[in-house]
């Protein structure tokens, strides 16, 4: 448990993954309800993760509001070249978007995606200048064999390798048990912040205690309005990476104005 004023300082973060989901015109009604409904809400870093086709139209509609655009995923190479059907960091930052999702469980899954390639991944989009929302979080399989935090410690070190400590301040983690995704069922928030605690001591162990301070973990995993304050409340929970809740903007709404 970090001490008071340290854990202040970290300012929570609602991103709402909307996966693949919405055509340009319902992405920019959502966007724009959004845009209203959380016009007050200074407490947290707004975010919302549109389909790279919507990503321009959304940005642009979004300009000189607190919602911040993020991109579902990057090219893990930087420069631009041969790589068909693969959109780059920089191309992300041209058409709006700040931050980046990268090694969702999904992608890991079902489009085999290993560390190695999160953390090329993970590079390219801090030379580009985007902030990164790093996905870890282990299977029920690998849960109920004890290896929980054996899996998400891999995940944390093979995404995070070679990173400098000015890169790192750009890094926000996202502790998702594949478990909880799209499946109603939310980790405790006691199980959630025991493993937010370690990623924090992972954290801290490869890269000081400073970084490991002030880094942002948000929990992510069937997150609804009537659980989020539950979690927030813990010491090292830092926000939320919200998929299905997030694609209603009143459902959404009333996740990043919780009850604090
Ligand atoms: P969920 O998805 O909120 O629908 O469980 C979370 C995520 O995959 O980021």
Redesign the pocket.
């Known amino acids: 448990m970090m001490p008071k004023g340290v854990e202040q300082s970290r300012k929570p973060v609602i991103a709402g ?1 909307w996966k693949m989901h919405k055509l340009s015109a319902d992405a920019v009604a959502t966007a724009l309800s959004l845009r209203s409904l959380v016009a007050n809400a200074n407490h947290c870093e707004v975010v919302i993760a549109p389909v790279f086709t919507a990503l321009k139209t959304v940005a642009d509609r979004l300009e000189g509001s607190n919602i911040h655009i993020s991109a579902q995923d990057c090219a893990p190479e930087a420069k631009h070249g041969a790589h068909t059907g693969e959109v780059a960091a920089d191309m992300l930052r041209d058409a709006g978007a700040t931050y980046v999702i990268v090694g ?1 469980s ?1 992608r890991r899954q079902h489009y085999s995606e290993t560390d190695t390639f999160v953390q090329r991944k993970t590079r390219a989009a801090i030379a580009a200048g985007l902030t990164v929302i790093m996905c870890v979080g282990e299977t029920l399989e690998q849960r109920e064999a004890g290896n929980a935090e054996q899996v998400v410690k891999g995940q944390l070190e093979g995404g995070l390798r070679e990173l400098t400590v000015t890169d790192l301040v750009r890094i926000i983690v996202a502790y ?1 048990p594949v478990w ?3 499946t109603g069922r939310t980790a405790t928030p006691e199980q959630a912040q025991e493993m937010h605690a370690f990623i924090r001591r992972v954290f801290a162990e490869g890269h000081g205690q400073d970084a490991g301070n002030n880094l942002r973990i948000l929990y ?4 609804k309005p009537d659980n989020i304050a539950g979690l927030m409340r813990q010491s090292d929970i830092d926000g939320a ?5 997030s694609l209603d903007p009143e459902v959404f709404a009333q996740i990043v104005n919780y009850d604090r």
């Open positions: 993954n969702h999904e998702e909880a995704i799209g992510g995993g069937s997150v990476l919200v998929g299905g809740a």
